[in-house]
């Protein structure tokens, strides 16, 4: 059984604060949690409903997590999703460092200011898909741990490291160590297709509302567009889709 | 002021039954509704504050519509919105058929049960930036007039053409009449990037959850797949994001 403390300190940690301060965050249902068991994260503690634990058991006592059983009632009180699914999961936010000197022979993505959490989890997961290992967003970007930012990106969150930083320096070092291109996504630059950036570059995509900021459109050193078709009036595409198209380029050029 | 009848019959439109059965369908916000004003789309109504009248109102004059002062109160009432803001609009179904004498020159999707309307509305926005003006649906797939599906087109559903059919005798019809390739988006396929396709040609893309069923695998001539990075562990990628990859590496072809 939960005690009320510990039922207050679950439900806290829906607070980003609460998850920063405590250096935890959340993970729930079936594919999620397993997701996590088969990755390097540490786990905290894990709430689950018997039948779910029973068929985990292996996994659970390599983990070293405490493992509480639970009842639907208990998890509905704990769990932040509007139906909840077997199992809730604490997890330890992983404790990694920004090594500018391990970037210089892969395609790197830089996000400023990604704000909604479904993109960042939909870029995280495209980034896996096309072998991204290292994300880095500006500090006012959407927290990674963001349940819906969890959610969204199915598992690939415990698989790709994602930094926050300030951009702007941490472009300017990037170019320093390396000749790498530094590939600004803007509206009205260069035909992707024509452009000849290969990868290992630096990757910079913009927030949904406001694009790239204009010091960090100056500090790269191309500018590409997704061309749009003639006539097409549509404005823009969603940062997630111009990500994976952008992407998906690169990696045809091998 | 709004009577009761119809504050009752526009709130009536949140069922999809009632869309379907009056041929209807509503457009909420600044934006959408300009885009709407803009567009080919009869426009049956319009209810809005009078500041947003003011401005628009040479465009409402020619649109023909119903135009409908209304208080903040009355917006809250009758919108679908948890911010309601600054106009709700009434639409009529365009009743267009889907003529296959017209896609012999072009490069045309069809969607088998995409299900999620924010999928369903980034795909038709996708569609119009890379100049695709015809999508198939198949008869389960979510449907076009679910708000959330016209919130996510970003207006490109009133540009994009949209039809539902049955589609194994779609595509049967489609390859009886010409010798386009018909490319079925599968995982496990041919790399995408090897694969020999160019429009015009016939794409057909999955649902979330099932993919493609086995009956249009079988009557597609192409089966391909975006290639994952080695040693990636992501299971999939969002079926918006791997139209966008594959529309995008066809148009580059040109």
């Known amino acids: 059984m939960l005690s009320t403390n510990r039922i207050k300190f679950l439900r806290s940690l829906s607070a980003k604060k609460t998850r920063a301060d405590e250096g935890l965050f959340t993970v729930e249902g ?33 983990s070293g997590a405490e493992v509480v059983t639970v009842t639907e009632k ?35 993505l830089a996000l400023d200011d990604v704000s909604d959490p479904g993109n960042m ?13 290292t994300i880095v967003c500006s500090p006012n970007s959407v927290e990674l741990y963001n349940p819906k930012t969890v959610q969204a990106t199915m598992g690939s969150l415990f698989r790709v490291h994602v930094f926050y930083t300030e951009l702007k320096p941490f472009v300017e070092e990037y170019k320093a160590a390396y000749n790498n291109p530094v590939c600004a996504a803007v509206l009205g630059g260069d035909d992707l297709y024509a ?4 990868a290992p570059c630096l990757l910079l995509m913009g927030s949904e509302s406001h694009g790239l900021s204009a010091e960090l459109i100056n500090v790269s050193t191309y500018k590409i567009t997704i061309p749009a078709a ?3 009036k549509a404005e823009s595409l969603n940062v997630g889709v111009s990500t994976a198209v952008i992407v998906s380029e690169l990696r045809r050029r091998g």
Do not use: C
Request: hydrophobic content about 45%.
């Open 30 to 62: 079936v594919k999620p949690v397993a997701e996590l068991l088969g990755s390097p994260i540490k786990i905290h503690s894990v709430y689950a409903l018997n039948g779910w634990i029973m068929e985990y058991n292996t996994q659970l006592a390599a």
């Open 74 to 108: 208990e998890l509905e009180r704990i769990s932040q999703l509007s139906t909840p699914n077997q199992v809730f999961a604490l997890a330890h936010q992983p404790q990694t460092i920004l090594n500018i000197n391990a970037l210089g022979d892969k395609l790197v």
């Open 121 to 133: 989890g939909t870029i995280i997961r495209i980034a896996e898909w096309f072998g991204i290992d």
């Open 195 to 198: 452009s000849p950036i290969k």
């Open 230 to 232: 003639v006539g097409s």
